[in-house]
């Protein structure tokens, strides 16, 4: 599958120590919906801002956007990309069509898909509306900057926080319109801070903490490690996966000096195989992680379980 993003050990310094992105590698592939995770300031906006041209990285090993390496493709593949970054700036004294229409002259966008984008975000679609910008809700607002963001039929959608004031129809409508830019061979790379609704349509995710990338891992695997899982707190962990792999036992991992099953399991079995290898049980505890209970598992290790 063709990398659509491909940066590896990128840094992004702001001043002389203020370092936004640290050794920083992401890979996007094409047809990918990308839900990147992490904290406010973690450098999740730096990094659309560098992919956008609108910041440069301070260094790195290698950068490219559809294989053309950064200092090129920000410039020469701009076209290919449409963005959303922060607050959507819209002309306060215009109404929705206007808006529109104001962003395909700059841009050289024909207007013909202008209602049809509107029409599907439930936003008024005539040029005649007396609504102005300025006394939108919240909601209205986002759904335009997502409408605007729609315009150019792109290959790569950089989306910062795009259901953020969202009510749950608007949510709804965005996840689908997503969905169907995937289905239609787009590639998406979406930063939100509401998990449960990014774990619906994530194809694959990467967490980001303090510029740092902690992991990037695919949506099937990650929701195998979702299930309600089993942890047992050990003696020893000496050659215990081993034992539990010559015993067919396969969906566990050591964390530490617990061992940890994910979804079902023969409590009987455990036991047989611990006891066979002189393991003692201390404790066991059962949970049903989420995504945001993933994400705080790993800053933990990370952090050497500081958080």
């Given at each position: 599958m063709e990398n659509i993003i491909e940066i590896n050990k990128l840094d992004k310094k702001y001043g002389k120590s203020d370092l936004a992105l640290d050794s920083f590698s992401i890979t996007v592939k094409k047809g990918d919906i990308y839900g990147f995770v992490g904290e406010n300031?973690?450098?999740?906006?730096?990094?659309?801002?560098?992919?956008?041209?609108?910041?440069?990285?301070?260094?790195?090993?290698?950068?490219?956007?559809?294989?053309?390496?950064?200092r090129t493709s920000a410039a020469t593949e701009l076209i290919r990309i449409s963005a959303l970054i922060e607050s959507p700036a819209l002309y306060r004294n215009l109404n929705a069509y206007s808006n529109m229409l104001v962003r395909c002259k700059l841009l050289g966008y024909g207007k013909e898909r202008i209602k049809a984008i509107l029409d599907r975000l439930n936003l008024p679609t005539?040029?005649?509306?007396?609504?102005?910008?300025?006394?939108?809700?919240?909601?209205?607002?986002?759904?335009?900057?997502?409408?605007?963001a729609l315009l150019p039929e792109a290959d790569l959608y950089l989306l910062d926080e795009p259901i953020n004031a969202l009510d749950p129809e608007g949510i709804l409508l965005v996840r689908n319109i997503i969905s169907e830019l995937r289905l239609n061979g787009k590639t998406i790379l979406i930063s939100s801070h509401i998990l449960g609704e990014l774990s619906k349509i994530a194809t694959c995710y990467g967490f980001i903490h303090r510029g740092k990338m902690l992991e990037q891992i695919d949506a099937n695997t990650i929701n195998s490690k979702l299930l309600k899982n089993t942890a047992f707190s050990l003696s020893g962990t000496q050659a215990v996966i081993d034992s539990m792999r010559n015993a067919g036992i396969t969906n566990c991992e050591l964390r530490g000096n617990d061992l940890v099953f994910y979804g079902n399991l023969s409590l009987s079995s455990?036991?047989?195989?611990?006891d066979n290898i002189g393991v003692e049980v201390y404790g066991v505890n059962t949970s049903s992680p989420d995504l945001e209970s993933y994400y705080f598992d790993l800053v933990r290790k990370n952090a050497g379980g500081a958080m």
């Open positions: 300031g973690a450098g999740k906006t730096t990094l659309i801002r560098i992919l956008t041209g609108m910041a440069f990285p301070t260094a790195y090993e290698k950068a490219e956007m559809f294989g053309i390496d950064l005539s040029d005649k509306d007396g609504k102005k910008a300025r006394s939108y809700s919240l909601g209205m607002k986002q759904r335009l900057a997502i409408a605007l455990v036991i047989h195989v611990l």
